[in-house]
């Protein structure tokens, strides 16, 4: 099963660039896509963004313009570049992957979280 490992939560000023990484880990499956959720407390867990396959991405409204998603196929690992984060941004992020395993149907899998404070 594979593994996302998340890292660059932390704490950030209001305007300040953030970046996240998540790095998948032990069996590898073939990837549909990747994204970006968060969850604030209270709330439920909603889109920030995600990356198909093909390198074709979708944001959030409250995303776009704001952050960007990419990934290095490489090294299996998709980021999160957060530029003008606001304190309502505030949340833990998690990763989330898709793919089609070698026996066939279809996976979804979950990072742990990393939480990211902004601060006004």
């Known amino acids: 099963q594979v593994q996302l490992v998340e890292s660059g939560g932390g704490l950030v000023q209001a305007g300040e660039s953030l970046g996240l990484s998540c790095a998948a880990s032990?069996?590898?499956?073939?990837?549909?896509?990747m994204g970006w959720y968060r969850q604030a407390p209270g709330k439920q867990r909603e889109l920030v963004a995600v990356?198909?396959?093909?390198?074709?991405?979708n944001y959030a409204d409250s995303a776009k313009g704001r952050f960007t998603i990419s990934r290095d196929n490489a090294k299996k690992t998709v980021y999160l570049q957060m530029n003008s984060p606001k304190p309502e941004d505030t949340a833990v992020y998690y990763c989330?992957?898709?793919?089609?395993?070698?026996?066939?149907?279809?996976?979804?899998?979950w990072g742990q979280g990393t939480l990211v404070t902004v601060s006004s």
């Open positions: 989330n992957a898709v793919g089609v395993p070698g026996s066939g149907g279809l996976v979804e899998v």
């Open positions: 990356i198909n396959s093909g390198g074709s991405t």
């Open positions: 032990g069996s590898i499956f073939s990837i549909k896509a």
